[in-house]
Structure formats: C-alpha cells, structure tokens
C-alpha cells in the first residue's frame, strides 16, 4: 500500500461507519474528497478487516469497475466482505472475472434485453394500480414499506417465485444489504443477521433450484441450470448463488430508486413541481437512478500496482469505489445536486460500468417506468406526513421509512 493519499477524513467522515449514512452525511464527505483527495486510504472500522481505498470522481469509480484485468471482482464486491475470502468467488456472476463471468452471463443477458422484459409491462401496470390504491384514500402512507414488494413484483415471475413469497424474501433481501439498519438487524447483531439472510435466502433458492432440475421450465432458474462454462454445466450451489445474487440486486435497489425520488419531490412545492416528468419518462428514470445511487459501493481489489487518480494502489490492496459520489462529480453532471427530470447526457453508474453492468438493468428500468407513470397519472402531489428515516447502511443508500399523503391529480 503506497503511503500517498493517506491523511484524515473530513471530521466524523468514517465511509464503513453505517451511522455517517443514517444521518445523511455521506455527500458532504464525499463532496470534500472529490475536490481534495479523490483517492483516500480508509481504516476499517473493524480493526482487524484492515483498510480499502475510497475512489469518489466519477472518472476512476468508472476505471475502477471497467478494468477487470487491474481489478479483480473474485475477492469480494462489498465491503462486508473485506478482509475475507468470498465464498461466492468464480461461481457467483458478481464475483467472478472474464472470460469465465462473459460465459456464464451470456445466457441470461440474452434472456433480460429489453425487449425480452417488454411483455411484462401491462401485468405489472396492473399490479402497480392495485398496489398505489391505499395512497388514494388521503391518509398517512409508509412509502418505503408500501413499494417494498415492486422488484419481486417483475422479477418474481421470470424467477418463478410466487406471489406468496414476495414479502418474505424482501424482508431477507434488507436483512442482507442493510444488516445495520435496526429495522431488520437481528438483537445478536449485523453479522448474525447477514448470516440469517444467507442461510434462508439460499435455502429457498436451493430448493426452487432443486424443483427445477426435476421439473425445468421457462424462468432464469431453469435458464441457469442450463448454462455451460467450459462444457460443464453449472453445479447447483453456483445456480443457487446467482439467484441470489439476482435477488438482492433487483429487491434491495429498485425500491431505494423510487422511495429516494420521492423525498426528493416532496423537498418543497416549487421543486417538486420542477422535478415531475415533464418530458420522455426514461429520462425522467435514469435521473432518478443517478439521484438515487441505490448501490452504494462496490469492492475491488488491485490485481497489481496501479496509479489511480495521482495514487499509488499496491497489489491486494481493496478499492472501494463509491457509486453516489461519481454520480454527484461536478465535472461530469451540471448543478449535479439538482434533480433534473429531463437531463441530457447522463452518464450515471448507478448500474455499474464495463462487464459487471447490472444483469437487469433493463428489467430496473422499465419496472421504474411503468411504476411512475402509474404513480404520476393517478397522483397530482405529495406532502410529508411524518419524519422519513434514512437506513443505517454502508450498501444500500436510501431511506427506510418515508410517510406520505397523496393528492389527487
């Protein structure tokens, strides 16, 4: 580990501390080291998982994610895992390097393309409209807990979850990407509570897997089953963890996208009204998507020495690069602390960068549409109805309860 770009944090700007982001202070830090230390050695907080490098410009988060051959994925992706091995490692998607990762996503790239989701757009209008229909009734609604089902609600069918299921595998998809939010941490603490939702998430994805190998039908589970890297098909603990893997990315970032847009335009009535759609609703998605930064990071560790943003990475070293930061970078996005509903360009990295780009991104994208134009053509306001809570989380940037009453348009 090279010894520039060492030196103190803003003060209280500890980025593995989980509180820093409860109390919404995370872009002050990160705005700071922007402009002062793009590059920074991070302490653990936990003294014996070491350190990790904090990239925030938008540029070297990009080089970061892109660069597998300088930065590998297999060590880990999160900073949950940092100074441990992955277990997930050359099985999972997430974790694991071209060329082995471009075989095994081949297939299911093919099958999430945008226009391979598009027949699942009318079901899930219908879904929405029944789900918005508490909002209407005028009283105080949680926002967060209300859309918490939306992912589970595209991606439950092409999973083959039933609809019974959905809520229980929410509720474990937050235990495992905000295990420090005390909504779902277990009393013995964030790591009893992740292995918790490990252990009944890949309970349940072992056994939907092992259903479909004796009967395979048309969902990504018999998809992944089907899968061969080097001619060897893909044993089921590899299924297993990619099911996972597509869970949590889909459960634990699609509502944090919404919920966030939310609280932006309920920040007062001028705003909000300057930051409804007022043009193609898939621009007014990717700035939610950039505002939002529901990923908060995600792990890499330097595969050999590296000069990153005037910073000398040693081998082995971790890197942290952090996703809402490079989509605030003042060099690349105007007035980047803005919500600009028909923003053009935007280059945002909320689904990643280069061959790690989120599976299902497409899936992300029009879920989102067709939620806000049903929430937009039933809904013509909303106000705060009681103090919204941000989650108590490293990971997942967003907020954990969102009280709203709605007025009709």
Known sequence: ???????????????????????????????????????????????????????????????????????????????????????????????????????????????????SVQPHRERLRAWFDALLEPLGDGEAVDFAQLVRPVPFAAAGPMLGIPEA??????????????EEDPAVALPRGPEATLRRAHRELFAYFLDLTNRRRRAPGEDLVSLLLSVEVGGVRLDPGAVVANCYSLALGAGATVPTVIVSTMAELMVDSRRAEGAKPRGPIELFVEEALRWASPAGHFMRHAVRPVDLGGVRVGAGDAVVAWLPSANRDEAVFGEPFRFVPDREPNRHVAFGAGRHYCLGAPLARMTLAVFFEALFGRFGGFEPAGQAERLRSVFLNGFRTLPVRAGTS
Request: charged share 25%; hydrophobic share 40%.
């Open 1 to 115: 580990m090279s010894s520039s770009g060492r030196g103190n944090l803003p003060e209280g700007g500890n980025l593995s501390d989980p509180d820093l982001f409860a109390r919404g202070e995370a872009h002050d830090v990160w705005t700071a080291m922007r402009r002062t230390a793009p590059v920074r050695w991070q302490d653990a907080q936990a003294a014996d998982r070491g350190g990790f490098w904090s990239v925030t410009r938008h540029a070297d988060v990009s080089r970061v994610l892109r660069d597998h051959a300088a930065f590998t994925s297999s060590r880990g992706t999160l900073l949950n895992l940092l100074g441990r091995a992955d277990p997930a490692s050359d099985s999972q998607l997430a974790a694991t390097d071209p060329p082995r990762h471009d075989r095994m996503r081949a297939p299911l790239q093919h099958a999430m393309t945008a226009r």
């Open 165 to 178: 299921d959905w809520d229980r595998l929410a509720t474990l998809v937050m235990m495992a990407s905000a």
